[in-house]
């Protein structure tokens, strides 16, 4: 499945093969994960059947207590058959407890497992991914699969299937009980019930396309609310505020329409439901009483019959709101398994190769790469650097600087070429081994919650205080960390341990030099940085990046000018290679770049 396919999951007007395909699709994912538990799920059933069928013995004892014993008691002072009819109601009511409870813990214990193996799945699944999925499926989306959809199947699991099964089992009964009890009102039941099948297919129905409607207007809203409060610094600076809102607000008016909608036909489906309970229990007492006064039934039946006719439409309402539930789980659970379905479109490979023991030389070998089926960006590209080379890109927005460095990390692939680490594809090495070679420092420099030693240290897990201090000093940063409140022991998301966007480029660069890899990328890496930082960044980049493989994105020449190599790029190839002073004195594009930097200093 292709990431576009995945990002139109939010459309309502499928075709039926469509239809089809993601229905399959959910129930492989539902049979996947239900399957280890299959021996349980029988377990339970039985549970509840034997319950249903304790719980439903009530009124036959209750008619045979009324027809039975009260007469042996009258006419023979024989009280045997009222105790039996006692004890047995009793223990019947006890079974029927005792199996409710183990069915309702033993079915609750199979749903958290279910769902925490669809949890730990997603989020699995989403991190092996690949970054063009990312980059097209929106964080807003993401996060409602692993929330709100999630709760949705949580719902049903716990409460819709349990409603279900017992509301059918319960009916099942209820009938065949009736009819042993007597046949004639079992068969006006069954009368009843037809109208009751037609409101209920109907409600079916209706809710279906309700239903989804308010999943896909709940997703939009919740969607639109992250991207929001995550982007709030962008909102503010650009007082985005009332246009936001306008914008939300919509969303809000959307999903509170589906949900009115979705509430009328409940308030048409339930009061149906228990019109047409009410108007059978009518019937079977006034054509039972009939009866009773004709002598052709009991009291007791009579009463056993309104009793299981009063039972017999309750379940039916648990039923149709399980359909709310289910409706809801069920788009939900299409979505997730459409997430699930995504390939990486980067991939392991099935036997990686082992990586040589030099140290970084990199090789772009007719490289042509574009971003899925938009234009081309590297036009058959060759490039060669050489081990412990430090290179500089250089170019307009557009250029291809960025994509060249998504290729050597391998975030993507190219469409066509090959780019090879120390001779070897990447496409055929394992990807510990690439991200223990490779790392690259972004502009978006992120900490994750943990202490500032924390952060450093996911370069190099395991790392010792003295290694992850001198990774600090080397780029400048350790002088900072020991003015915060607790030094390296400071909660980077704790009120006054928090720090700035200069200092947490600086912790990113100690993050990476600790990872101590063969190949060192920096996109746009000191944009973040003041004039002082930057200096001191440099003074460590001149030591740490003198043995090893170095490519450096920047739009600051004072950070260029550490490069052995700088190469100007246009269109996606290579319109200048040389030494920084080389090309200032070629006078080509980078001289004038060069010029243009030195005279805004000024």
């Known amino acids: ?201 109907w409600f079916q129905l209706r809710s279906t ?101 009063r039972n017999f439409f309750q379940p039916i309402q648990g039923i149709g709101m399980f359909f709310n539930g289910y409706q809801s789980a069920s788009a939900a659970l299409e979505k997730i398994s459409g997430v699930l379905e995504e390939e990486p479109t980067v991939k392991e490979p099935v036997q990686p190769k082992a990586l040589p023991a030099s140290r970084g030389q990199i090789d772009f070998d007719g490289v042509r790469f574009a971003y899925g089926n938009g234009k081309v960006v590297l036009p058959d590209f060759d490039l060669h650097i050489p081990s412990g080379q430090t290179i500089a890109l250089v170019g307009t927005t557009g250029a291809g600087k960025s994509t ?31 991200r223990r070679a490779v790392v690259m420092v972004t502009q978006e420099a992120y900490l994750f919650s943990g202490t500032v030693a924390d952060n450093i240290a996911l370069g190099k897990p395991g790392a010792s205080d003295e290694e992850i201090e001198a990774a600090a000093r080397a780029v400048g940063a350790h002088g900072f960390i020991e003015a915060l409140p607790d030094g390296y022991a400071t909660d980077v998301n704790k009120r006054g341990g928090r720090v700035s966007a200069g200092q947490r480029q600086l912790l990113s660069f100690a993050r990476a030099f600790l990872a101590d890899p063969r190949v060192l990328i920096l996109d746009e890496a000191t944009a973040s940085l003041d004039i002082p930082s930057e200096r001191l960044v440099q003074e460590g980049l001149t030591t740490l990046l003198a043995d090893r493989t170095a490519i450096i994105i920047a739009h600051r020449l004072s950070t260029v000018a550490i490069a052995d190599r700088v190469l100007v790029m246009e269109h996606g190839r290579i319109i200048e290679d040389g030494s920084p002073a080389e090309l200032i004195e070629q006078g080509g594009k980078f001289a004038s770049l060069h010029r243009a930097w030195r005279e805004s200093l000024v």
């Open 209 to 309: 396309v309700l239903f989804r409607e308010t999943r896909t207007t709940s997703a939009r809203m919740i969607v639109h609310f992250v991207e929001t409060m995550t982007g709030i610094r962008a909102v503010k600076a650009f007082r985005k505020e009332v246009a936001n809102q306008r914008e939300f607000d919509e969303r809000v008016d959307d999903y509170r329409d589906a949900n009115y909608r979705t509430i009328n036909i409940f308030g048409i489906y339930e009061p149906g439901i228990m019109m047409i309970g009410a108007i059978t229990i009518a019937a079977l007492v006034i054509v039972g009483g009939l009866r009773v006064v004709e002598g052709t039934m009991q009291i007791g039946a009579l009463l056993g019959v309104a009793l299981y006719a």
């Open 404 to 434: 060249l460095a998504k290729l050597v990390s391998r975030f993507y692939d190219p469409t066509d070429g090959a780019v090879k680490l120390d001779g070897v594809d990447l496409r055929e090495l394992a990807n510990d081994d690439l």
């Open 1 to 201: 499945m292709t990431v576009q396919g995945v990002q139109g999951e939010d459309r309502t007007d499928y075709t039926k093969a469509e239809s089809k395909a993601i229905r399959a699709r959910s129930r492989r994912l539902l049979g996947s994960l239900l399957k280890p538990h299959v021996g349980r799920v029988v377990v339970t059933l039985l549970f509840v059947v034997v319950a249903a069928a304790a719980n439903i013995a009530g009124p036959l004892l209750i008619a045979y207590g009324i027809d039975v014993g009260l007469p042996a008691i009258m006419e023979r002072s024989d009280w045997m058959p009222l105790w039996v009819a006692t004890l047995t109601y009793i223990a019947a009511a006890i079974t029927a407890g005792v199996l409710m409870y183990l069915y309702t813990v033993g079915i609750a214990r199979i749903s958290q497992t279910v769902l925490y193996e669809l949890r730990r799945r997603l989020f699995a699944h989403a991190q092996r991914l690949s970054l063009e999925f990312h980059e097209s499926y929106t964080s807003g989306r993401i996060i409602a699969r692993q929330t709100s959809d999630l709760e949705s199947i949580r719902d049903l699991l716990d409460q819709g299937l349990n409603e279900l099964v017992r509301g059918v089992l319960i009916m099942g009964f209820t009938a065949g009980a009736m009819t042993l009890l007597d046949p004639l009102s079992g068969a006006i039941i069954g009368i009843a019930l037809i109208p009751a099948i037609i409101l209920t297919r």
